[in-house]
C-alpha cells in the first residue's frame, strides 16, 4: 500500500514558483530518493510534508487517509517524521533533552520522567550511532556537525516511535563520515524492512544506487523522471536532473572512476612556498601538524569525523588559538577560508546575495551599493546561483546555493591561500563537479589551497598531495597518485 | 471627567471676551499626581470661573521632568494662548521659554516656585525657607532643643524642597542641643522610593533603639513614605516627626498622632491668585510682583480651627467635578 | 577516567555565580559597617521583605527571558495592581475578591502580550514598551491622577519585616513552585526549548506561540501577585508607583545568569540577583553613602558581577 | 516581465512603514486640533526643535541596534553631559572647550562600554545597565547634588524654534553622515555584517571588537552632542534630567523598523520613529489631553506602528 500519496502540490514564495504541480508515491517498506539540482525544490516539498510549510495547492495522503497538517505535531500523529536539513537542535539543551523534546515522558501534570527520557533517547541513539559513541549528557551546542546530525536522526526515530509511516531524510549523510553514514543505512534497510516508508534526499548518486529501491527527480518543481536506481544508468539520472548532458564535468558517476582526475603537474621544488606549519598544536587539536602549501598546489587533508581538521583550518587562519608552533604565512594576499557550518558562521542569513559577497575587511571606505549589486549579479551568473537576484535573503536560498554564495565571496577576495573545509557539502553533482574545477582552476592559476573533505574520491581525484589526520595528528602528504580510497580510508582508520 | 476641557460653566455666560476670542490661559504645574496639585488645580478652576476665562491644566508627561516642562512651555507658546501660569521646576532652565513667551506677547504668571531674570509678571507662593523653619522651631519645640534628628530630603536639584530642607536645618543647627544625624539621603520621587528608603534609614541610624528623636520630610511623597516606614517598623509615636503638605491618610495620621505636625501651604489659594492675577493682568489691571500664599503649622490641637480646616479640606468636587 | 570526563562535562549550575557575589557583597557590608550592625536579624527580616516585590516579579521574568522575550510593562503593571486593588476596597469590596480582580486583570493583560509576542510574532521588546504606556495611562486614569486611599482591610499584614508576615513565605513558595515548573516538568522544557532555538521546537511540534502565551500570562500573574504585595506596603493605589521597576527586575534575572538570548537562566539565580540588588540599596543606605555614591556603587557592582561570571564561564568552556 | 518581477522582488526600504505612520498621525492631529492650528509653521519649527535630542540620540542608538545591541546609558549621559558643559562654564572655560570636553568624556564613556561590549564579550544590557547606574551618580556628585546654574554664554542659541538656530541644521547634518557612514562605507557594512552573523564576520577577517568599540564611542559622542543640545534648551546642568529618555531612543529605532536582534536598520527610518514620538507628545498637549490619556495613545500607537509594520513584513515575504 501507499503508505505517502502526495498529488499535484503546488507551492511558490512571493514571484517564485517554487513546485509546480508534483505528485510523489511513496511505498511502505521501500527506500524512495527523491533527486534533484541544488533549488530544485526537494526541502520545501519535505517541509510541505511535514507540515512545515502549506501548499497552495494540491493534496496528500498517508496511509490511505487525507493528510493536511497544520504543523509538525500533526505530522507526527499521522506517523511521518524527519529530519531536516538544516541543523535543528536545541544549543542549550543535552543530547538526551533534544531527543524527547515534545514527547517527553512525563507523569501527572506534565511532570517529567527523567530515567523513561534516558531510556527512550539511548535506544534511538544506540541505533544511528552504536552505544558510547555520543556522551549524553553534552550540549547539542558543544558538539561537532556530525555528531549533531546523528543526534537529529535519532530523534526523528524517537519521535516517530513505533507508530511512524513515514520518515523522510533530507541530506542525512551531507555531514556524516563513512562508516557513521554505513551505519545509517543499514538502519534505514532495517526500518525499511519493518515497514516504514523512507523518503531519502541526496546528492550522493551512489548512495542511492546501493541504497534506494526507487527515485524520483525533481526540475524546477516538477517531476522529471523515476525509476529504478539499480537499472537505471546514472547518465540517465544525470540528464533528468540537469536537462542536458553532463560532458565537459566530471561528475560522480565517473569522478568515482578515477577517471578525469587531476594529475602528475605538481610545481615543482622551485614554486614559492606560501604556507608553513611547523609542529602547530591547537588546545585540543590538532597536536602537532606540520604542512607546507606552494603555489599552484592543492593539498588535502582526509581523515575520520572528529579527527580535528575543522580546527586545523581554524588554527592556521588564527580563528582558534594555537598553543605551541608555528604557523608562518608567506602568502602576500593572504588566506581566507570557506566554513562547512554555513548557517551558523559562512553566511549572513538574513543579508542579500550581494551583501554576503561583498562582506571583506579590506576595500575602499567608500561603497557603492549599485557596484555592490553589479557585483553580486556577476558572481551570480558565474556560478550560476539560483535565486531571484543579488536582492535576495541567502536564508531564502537552498542549501546548496548557499554554498555557491560563500566560494563567491572567497573569490572575490581573491586570496592566495584558500582553506576549503567540506566544500561540496549539500550540493548537486553539476555544481559539485563545476567547483572542484574551479579549485584546480583556481590552482593552475597559481593559488595554494589546502582541501578538507569527507568524500575521499574528491580528494583522490582532485589534489596533488594528500595528507592525513589521525586524532589531531597530520601525517606527512604524500602525492596524490600514490593513494586510492582504500588507502586513505585505512590510514584514516588504523 | 476631563480636568483638561475649559472649565465648566464658562462657556456662553456674559460677554466679557475680547474682541479676539476668548481669554485662554495655560496653567502648567511641576505634576498631576500629588494631592497638592490637586488643589491648586481646584483653585485654579475657581478662579477661571469668577473672572471667566479658560483655562487648560497640562503638566509634564512625567512627575517633576524638567525638559519635559520646557517643552510643554514652549508648545504653548507656538500653540499661541493667551497667557501661561507656570510652576517651574527650575529657576534657570525655564527662563528661556519664559523669554520667548514674552517675546510672543504671551504674559506668565509664575507661582509655587521661583524663576530667575524679570520677563514673568509676577510671582504667586509660599516662602519656602520660612515654612522649613516652621517645622524646625516644631521640632526644636517638642524636643525641648535636645535629641537627635534625621532628614530625608525629596530630590536631587528641586529647589523649592531645598528651600525648605534648609529653613528647617537653619531652625535646628541654631539649638546646640539638637543634632543632625542623617541628611544626605533623598526619598526619590514616589512613595515606594521614600517608604524603602526611609526604611533603611531608621535601621541604618538604629532607630529602634532610641537613637532618632525627631524627624523631618520636606513634601507629600516623603513624608507619606516615612509614615509608612515609622509604621511597618512599629517606630510611630516614639519619635518626633514634622512633615509637609496635607493628604488624607496623612491628616488621619496627625489625628492618630504618628505625625506631629505637618507644614501646609495654601495651595488652592495658590491657584486661585495665579490665575486671578493673570486674568487681572491681561485686562489691563495692575499687579503686585510678589504675592505670597502663606503656610502654617498643623497640629493635632488646630486641626479643627476653621481656618486650618479650609485651607486642609478645599472643597475638590465642587470645582473639579469628581 | 569516564568519572572524571562526566565531572568536567557537568553543567556548573547557573546561580552558582550569582550566589558568590551575594555572599561577597553581603559580608563585606557586614565587615565595614560600624558594629557590624549589618548582621543583626531585623537588617535581614528587612532586606526580604523590601526583596519580596523584586523577587516575585523576576520570576515570571525568569520564564520570560528564557523564552528569548523581554517584558518591560512589569513596572506599569505592578502600580495598576495596587490601583486596581485600592479602588475595589474603597468599593467596598472584600479584600479577596480585590485581589482576585486585580491579579486576573494582570494575568489577562499578559496573556494578550502573550497572544502578540506567541501568535502575531510582534517583537516583545516593542509590544512591552506600548503595553507599559498605555498600564501606566490606565493606572493614572483609573485613580483619576491621584492616589487612591483606602482602607487596606489587613492587607497590609500581608508583608511586613516579620516572620509571621504571609509575604515572605509567599514569596519563597512561589519561587519553589516556579523553580519546579521550570526545571521539572515539560512545559519548563518547552520554555527552554523555544527560548534555545524555536524552529527545532516547533519542528518537534511543540506549539512555540501557546508557550509563550503562558509564559507572559503567568509572568503577568506573578506582577500582579507582586502589585498586591506592593500595596500592601503602600497601603494606597499609587498609579505612579514602581516607574523603572521592569530594569531592576531585568537586572536581577540577567545578573542571575540568564543572557537575554535566551536558552539559559534559572530560577534561584534570579532571585541572587534580586537579593543581591537590594542588599547593594540597603548597605549604602546603611553606609550613609550619599546618594550619587550609591548610584555608582550599584552600578559597579553590576557590572562586577557579570564581568566576573563572564570569565568564569569563558574559563568553564576552554 | 522583468522590470515588473524586479519591481515586485524589489526591497520595499525600511523606513517606509514609519514615515506613513508619521504622516497618517500628522493629518489627524492637523484635522481634530481645534482650528487646524497644528500646521502653524511655529509648531512645526517647535517640534523640530523637540525631537532634535531625540534624535540625535537614536541616531547613534541605530548603530548600535543594528551590531544586535542595546544602549541603557543614553539618558545619563546626556544628563552628565549637561552638568559637565554646565559645570565648565561655571568654572570659566570657554564655551568651546566646555562642549569639546563634555563630548570628550561622553565618547570616552562609549569607548569604554565598546571595550567591554567588543573586546571582553559581556552583554550590552547589563554593561550599559551598569553603566546607567554609574553615571547618573557621577552626574549627581559632579553637580553636587544641585542644578548647576551658570551663564550659558550664548550656548542657549543653539537650539531654538527657529530656522536661524543651528541646532536643527546640525541634527540633519549628523543625520545625513550617519547615514552615509552606515550604507556609502565599508564600516557601514561591518556594522551589518557584525550584527547580522558576528561569527561570520570573524571568520571573513572583520575585527567585530573593533566595530563595536567604534559604534559604542560614536553612539556616545552622539548622546554628547544631544547633551549639549540639552544644555541649550536647559541651560542648566541637570543631573536628574532625562532619565528613561533611553527607552524613548529605543523605542524611536524600534519603531524605525530595526529589530533588537541586529542586522538591520535604517538611519531615516529612526529619524522618522524620533519624529513620530515627539508628533505624539506634542498634539497631545495641543489637544489639552490628559497625561494619561496621552501614555495611552503612545502606547497604542507605538503598538499599531509595529504590528502593521510586521504585517507588511509577512505580507512582502510570502
Ligand atoms: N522562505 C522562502 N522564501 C523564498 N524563497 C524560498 C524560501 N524557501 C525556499 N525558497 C526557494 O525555493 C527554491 C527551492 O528550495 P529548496 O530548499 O526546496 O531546494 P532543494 O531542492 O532542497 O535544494 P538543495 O539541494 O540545495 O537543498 C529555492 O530557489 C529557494 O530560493
Ligand atoms: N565547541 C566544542 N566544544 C567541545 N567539543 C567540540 C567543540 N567543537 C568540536 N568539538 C569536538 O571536537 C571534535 C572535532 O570536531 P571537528 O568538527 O573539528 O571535526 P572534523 O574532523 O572537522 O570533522 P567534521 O568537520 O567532519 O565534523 C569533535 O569530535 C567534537 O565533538
Ligand atoms: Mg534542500
Ligand atoms: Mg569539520
Redo the contacts between chains.
Keep these: 500500500m501507499n503508505a505517502l500519496v502526495v498529488s499535484a502540490i503546488e507551492k511558490s ?3 517564485v514558483d517554487v513546485l509546480r504541480g508534483v505528485d510523489l508515491e511513496v511505498h511502505g517498506s521501500e527506500v524512495h530518493a527523491v533527486l534533484g539540482e541544488n533549488g530544485a525544490g526537494k526541502s520545501t516539498l519535505m517541509r510541505i510534508v ?1 507540515g ?1 510549510e502549506h501548499a497552495d495547492r494540491g493534496t496528500m495522503t498517508v496511509g490511505g487517509k487525507p493528510y493536511a497538517p497544520r ?3 500533526d ?2 500523529r499521522a506517523g511521518v517524521v ?1 529530519v ?1 536539513q538544516e541543523r ?6 543535552d543530547v538526551i ?2 531527543i524527547v ?4 515522558p ?1 507523569g501527572p ?4 520522567r527523567e530515567k523513561d527520557a534516558v531510556a527512550v533517547a539511548t535506544r534511538a541513539l544506540a541505533l544511528v550511532a552504536g552505544e558510547g559513541r555520543i ?1 549524553i ?3 547539542a551546542g558543544a558538539m561537532s556537525v556530525a555528531d549533531q546530525q546523528l543526534v537529529e536522526i535519532a ?1 526523528a526515530l524517537a ?1 516517530g516511535g513505533e507508530s511512524a509511516r513515514v520518515l523522510v531524510l533530507d541530506e542525512p549523510t551531507a555531514s556524516l563520515g563513512k562508516s557513521d553514514a554505513d551505519r545509517l543505512f543499514e538502519r534505514v534497510r532495517a526500518l525499511k524492512e519493518s515497514g516504514l516508508a523512507v523518503v531519502l534526499v541526496t546528492h550522493f548518486l551512489g548512495d542511492v544506487r546501493d541504497h534506494a529501491d526507487r527515485y524520483t527527480v525533481l526540475r524546477d518543481g516538477k517531476v522529471q523522471g523515476s525509476g529504478d536506481p539499480k537499472t537505471a544508468p546514472p547518465e540517465q539520472i544525470v540528464h533528468e536532473m540537469l536537462g542536458r548532458e553532463l560532458e565537459s564535468v566530471r561528475g560522480e558517476a565517473d569522478a568515482a572512476k578515477g577517471g578525469a582526475g587531476y594529475r602528475g603537474e605538481a610545481p615543482g621544488g622551485g614554486a614559492e612556498t606560501l604556507l608553513e606549519l611547523r609542529t602547530v598544536a591547537g ?1 585540543a587539536k590538532p597536536r602537532a601538524a606540520s604542512l607546507t602549501l606552494k603555489r599552484g598546489e592543492i593539498l588535502g587533508i582526509a581523515g575520520l569525523v572528529g579527527s580535528g581538521r575543522t580546527e586545523l583550518l581554524r588554527a592556521i587562519l588564527g ?1 582558534d588559538r594555537v598553543k605551541s608552533g608555528e604557523v608562518v604565512v608567506t602568502a602576500p594576499r ?1 588566506m ?2 570557506l ?1 562547512e557550518d554555513r548557517g ?8 542579500s546575495i550581494a ?1 554576503n559577497i ?4 579590506r ?7 549599485s557596484h555592490t549589486r553589479a557585483d553580486g549579479a556577476r558572481w551570480i551568473s558565474e556560478l550560476s546561483v539560483r535565486s ?2 543579488p ?2 535573503r541567502v536564508g531564502d536560498l537552498s542549501g546548496g546555493n548557499q554554498q555557491k554564495v560563500q566560494i563567491a ?1 572567497l573569490l572575490r577576495e581573491d586570496f592566495d591561500v584558500l582553506l576549503v573545509d567540506e566544500p561540496t557539502r549539500g550540493i548537486d553533482v553539476a555544481s559539485k563537479a563545476q567547483v572542484l574545477d574551479l579549485l584546480r582552476e583556481l590552482a593552475g592559476k597559481g593559488k595554494g589551497i589546502i582541501l578538507v573533505s569527507s568524500q575521499l574520491d574528491e580528494l583522490v581525484s582532485t589534489c596533488d598531495r594528500i595528507a592525513v589526520l589521525r586524532r589531531g595528528e597530520l601525517s606527512a602528504s604524500r602525492p596524490a597518485t600514490e593513494w586510492d580510497e582504500e588507502k586513505l580510508l585505512l590510514e584514516a582508520a588504523s | 471627567k476631563d480636568s483638561s476641557k475649559p472649565a465648566p460653566g464658562t462657556d456662553g455666560e456674559g460677554g466679557a471676551a475680547p474682541s479676539n476670542g476668548r481669554i485662554k490661559i495655560a496653567v502648567i504645574p511641576k505634576g498631576t499626581t500629588h494631592e497638592f496639585w490637586k488643589s491648586v488645580h481646584a483653585g485654579a478652576v475657581k478662579a477661571s470661573r469668577e473672572v471667566d476665562v479658560d483655562i487648560v491644566w497640562k503638566g509634564p508627561l512625567k512627575e517633576d521632568d524638567l525638559k519635559a516642562q520646557v517643552d510643554v512651555v514652549s508648545t504653548f507658546v507656538a500653540q499661541g494662548v493667551s497667557g501661561i501660569v507656570l510652576a517651574p521646576l527650575n529657576d534657570t532652565a525655564l527662563r528661556a521659554p519664559v523669554k520667548q513667551a514674552a517675546q510672543a506677547k504671551i504674559p506668565v504668571v509664575v507661582f509655587d516656585s521661583d524663576l530667575q531674570g524679570d520677563d514673568h509678571v509676577s510671582f504667586v507662593a509660599t516662602d519656602n525657607v520660612a515654612a522649613g523653619k516652621l517645622a524646625g522651631d516644631h521640632v526644636s519645640k517638642l524636643l525641648n532643643d535636645k535629641g537627635n534628628v534625621v532628614v530625608l530630603r525629596y530630590q536631587e536639584g528641586s529647589a523649592s524642597t531645598q528651600n525648605r530642607e534648609k529653613g528647617f536645618l537653619d531652625a535646628v543647627k541654631a539649638k546646640p542641643g539638637l543634632k543632625v544625624v542623617s541628611d544626605n539621603q533623598y526619598g526619590g520621587a514616589t512613595t515606594e522610593s521614600a517608604f524603602a528608603k526611609g526604611e533603611s534609614l531608621l535601621l541604618a541610624q538604629k532607630a529602634e533603639t532610641g537613637a532618632v528623636n525627631g524627624i523631618f520630610t520636606p513634601n507629600e511623597s516623603t513624608t507619606f513614605g516615612m509614615l509608612l516606614a515609622l509604621r511597618k517598623s512599629n517606630m510611630h509615636k516614639k519619635m518626633k516627626f514634622v512633615g509637609f503638605d496635607a493628604s488624607d491618610k496623612l491628616v488621619g495620621a496627625l489625628k492618630e498622632g504618628d505625625v506631629d505636625g505637618l507644614v501646609v501651604q495654601n495651595p488652592f489659594n495658590m491657584g486661585y491668585l495665579a490665575v486671578k492675577t493673570m486674568a487681572d493682568h491681561l485686562r489691563g489691571k495692575k499687579v503686585d510682583k510678589r504675592i505670597d500664599t502663606g503656610a502654617r503649622l498643623v497640629t493635632k490641637d488646630n486641626l479643627e480651627d476653621p481656618a486650618v480646616k479650609e485651607v486642609m479640606q478645599p472643597d475638590l468636587k465642587k470645582w473639579l467635578g469628581e | 577516567m569516564s568519572a572524571l570526563a562526566s565531572l568536567r562535562t557537568m553543567r556548573r549550575p547557573a546561580w552558582l555565580g550569582p550566589f558568590v557575589a551575594l555572599l561577597v557583597v553581603y559580608t563585606i557590608f557586614a565587615i565595614i559597617t560600624p558594629e557590624h550592625s549589618f548582621l543583626r536579624s531585623q537588617i535581614f527580616l528587612t532586606m526580604a521583605r523590601q526583596s519580596v516585590v523584586l523577587a516575585i516579579c523576576a520570576l515570571g521574568m525568569t520564564l520570560v527571558i528564557v523564552t528569548g522575550g523581554i517584558d518591560l510593562s512589569t513596572g506599569s503593571l505592578v502600580a495598576l495592581t495596587t490601583v486596581v486593588v485600592a479602588k475595589m476596597l474603597k468599593g467596598g469590596s472584600s479584600p479577596v475578591v480585590a485581589v482576585a480582580t486585580a491579579v486576573a486583570v494582570a494575568t489577562a493583560v499578559g496573556a494578550f502580550v502573550g497572544v502578540c509576542v506567541g501568535r502575531f510574532r510582534l517583537m516583545p521588546f516593542v509590544v512591552t514598551l506600548g503595553t507599559m504606556a498605555v498600564l501606566r495611562g490606565s493606572a493614572i486614569g483609573l485613580a483619576s491622577e491621584q492616589k487612591i486611599d483606602c482602607d487596606p482591610r489587613g492587607l497590609d499584614h500581608l508583608l511586613e519585616a516579620s516572620l509571621s508576615a504571609p509575604g515572605i513565605w509567599i514569596a519563597l513558595a512561589l519561587a519553589a513552585l516556579v523553580a519546579i515548573v521550570l526545571g521539572y516538568t515539560r512545559f519548563g522544557r518547552h520554555v527552554f526549548a523555544v527560548g534555545s532555538n524555536e524552529a527545532a521546537a516547533r519542528l518537534c511540534g511543540i506549539d512555540a506561540g501557546r508557550v509563550k502565551i503562558l509564559v507572559y500570562a503567568i509572568s503577568s500573574l506573578l506582577a500582579g501577585i507582586a502589585g498586591v504585595m506592593e500595596f500592601s506596603t503602600l497601603t494606597v493605589g499609587d498609579p505612579t508607583d514602581s516607574v523603572g521597576l521592569e530594569l531592576d527586575v531585568i537586572a536581577a534575572v540577567v545578573i542571575g545568569g540568564a543572557p537575554l538570548a535566551g536558552g539559559e537562566g534559572s530560577v534561584l539565580g534570579s532571585v541572587f540577583g534580586a537579593l543581591l540588588i537590594i542588599v547593594i540599596r540597603t548597605g549604602a543606605v546603611h553606609m550613609g553613602m550619599p546618594s550619587w555614591v550609591q548610584y555608582i556603587v550599584t552600578g559597579v557592582i553590576i557590572f562586577v558581577a557579570v564581568a566576573v561570571d563572564s570569565a568564569r564561564r569563558r574559563r568553564t568552556r576552554s
Design positions: 514564495f512571493g514571484p511535514l512545515l504543523n509538525p505535531a505530522a507526527r524527519m531536516p535543528t537542535l536545541c544549543p542549550h539543551l533533552e533534544n523534546l515534545g514527547i517527553e512525563s501534570l506534565g511532570v517529567l556522551p549528557r553534552a550540549r530523534r519521535q588546545v580563528l593572504g581566507g577560508l566554513s551558523g558562521e559562512g553566511l549572513m542569513l538574513g543579508r551583501e561583498a562582506l571583506s575587511p576595500g575602499p571606505l567608500f561603497v557603492n551599493p531571484s537576484g536582492d535576495q565571496r
